[in-house]
């Protein structure tokens, strides 16, 4: 049974959630701010966590950076700001996607399903490992190496650059990149794939350019 860790200070929400979660079939646990989930993220696995961004002692943001230190597990966010700079540096900090409060607790349920198929989908054998010069990407694993040296990717950004490079020398359009690895309406604001390629490329140090921007279009992985 996947384990999902709630994150939020208010205790309706908390129980909302735990009740839609268990109706689902997962595990639910709950934590009351950003410091005790930073704890129990240090402590125990988790396959996925919803967590609110504003919260006493330590706000979703500063707990979502702290969390990255340790463990790569999906990150759902909930704020009740829908300002486009909040949603953009939520996923520069990694997470995977975020909702406006007040939400529908089935559409929750239904981005938790998404996030988790993703992460969890079944490997193709022949698309395991993928090498371009000193770039390999690991599918099975989940590991990136440049010049046999491991680089720490976000989960957006391996599923990104995976699906780019199993693509490899098609252009491929933001709402394209949008639709297939978000898996969803997305919010609408297709600079959310510029932030990632941006900081995907910075990543991959020399084979940065394997990534072409294709403008008024897209991006294309050419190799």
Known sequence: MEKILVVDDEANIRKVIREYGEFNGYQVEESIDGMEAVNLCRSNAYDLIIMDVMMPRLDGFSACKEIRKVTDTPIIMLSARGEE???LFGFELGIDDYMVKPFSPKELMARVNAVLNRRNGASN????????EGLVINKTARVVTVD?????????????LFYLATNRNIALSRDKLLSDIWGYDFFGDDRTIDTHIKNLRNNLG???DYIVTLRGVGY???A
């Open 85 to 87: 700079y909040d949603k």
């Open 125 to 132: 054998p022949e698309n395991e490992t993928l090498t371009f």
């Open 148 to 160: 046999g040296q491991r680089v720490e990717l976000t989960p957006k950004e391996y599923e990104l």
């Open 206 to 208: 020399k084979y940065r």
């Open 220 to 222: 294309k992985f050419e």
